[in-house]
Nanobody, 124 residues
Framework: QVQLVESGGGLVQAGGSLRLSCAAS????????MGWFRQAPGKEREFVAA????????HYVDSVKGRFTISRDNAKNTVYLQMNSLKSEDTAVYYC?????????????????WGQGTQVTVSS
């Protein structure tokens, strides 16, 4: 079992940056692929980014490519989401999630464990 705790959210102006962190419990963190999702009010939860077990493979939704970077530090049991050039449409609650596989990495059903979320608000 993995427990996930996100941090780093907040209020930022458009064009600014934030770095989200997701700390995982357990000694098997490196065996999980990790993903970041977000959910805006009134909308479905959507895929943002994913990273493979050792970080050698990453995937992004088109809307964040070139602005967001996902990374992980297995020694610290932590996955990060660096968000630059933020836009008002990035406003959402951001969730990290852990998956035993990395098949359909963009699907919420692929992930067995979820954090509680952290709010990101981008003011225009």
């Amino acid at each position: 079992q993995v427990q996930l705790v996100e941090s780093g959210g907040g209020l930022v102006q458009a064009g600014g940056s934030l770095r989200l962190s997701c700390a995982a419990s357990g000694r098997t963190f490196s065996s999980y692929a990790m993903g970041w999702f977000r959910q805006a009010p009134g909308k479905e939860r959507e895929f943002v980014a994913a990273i493979s077990w050792r970080g050698g493979s990453t995937h992004y939704v088109d809307s964040v490519k070139g602005r967001f970077t996902i990374s992980r530090d297995n020694a610290k049991n932590t996955v990060y989401l660096q968000m630059n050039s933020l836009k008002s449409e990035d406003t959402a609650v951001y969730y990290c999630a852990a998956s035993n596989t990395m098949g359909s990495y963009y699907e919420t059903t692929e992930y067995a464990y979820w954090g509680q979320g952290t709010q990101v608000t981008v003011s225009s």
